[in-house]
């Protein structure tokens, strides 16, 4: 059974750091891609940053482009999202998603999904 646990969320001052984490247990990530997305209130889930293992590719939206990293741990199967600069914009709630595929944004190509952890950017 595969189960990704998203962690590392909470409440941040505007310019702020926030490192997320995506632990996979039952799904090696070498075998695919990672998709980080997150859900404002009363918007519509997005892709933001993804990283696939089958090609080495690395994306990011624009409105994360600079701020925000990916990385990868395969030894520990986890992927992270570095966020610096954070913006109270921001503020939502983060979706961890891997599968075996290149990098997408779409959310249909990820059959794996996490619960996601709450990011909070408020003066």
């Known amino acids: 059974q595969v189960q990704v646990v998203e962690s590392g969320g909470g409440s941040v001052q505007p310019g702020g750091s926030l490192r997320l984490s995506c632990a996979v247990t039952?799904?090696?990530?070498?075998?695919?891609?990672v998709a980080w997305f997150r859900q404002a209130p009363g918007k519509e889930r997005e892709g933001i940053s993804c990283i696939s293992s089958l090609d080495g590719m690395i994306f990011y939206k624009h409105t994360v482009q600079g701020r925000f990293t990916i990385s990868r741990d395969d030894a520990k199967n986890t992927v992270y999202l570095q966020m610096s600069s954070l913006k109270p914009e921001d503020t939502a709630v983060y979706y961890c998603?891997?599968?075996?595929?290149?990098?997408?944004?779409?959310?249909?190509?990820?059959?794996?999904w996490g619960r996601g952890t709450q990011v909070t950017v408020s003066s």
């Open positions: 039952g799904f090696s990530l070498e075998k695919g891609g």
């Open positions: 998603a891997t599968a075996e595929t290149l990098c997408h944004f779409e959310e249909y190509h990820y059959n794996y």
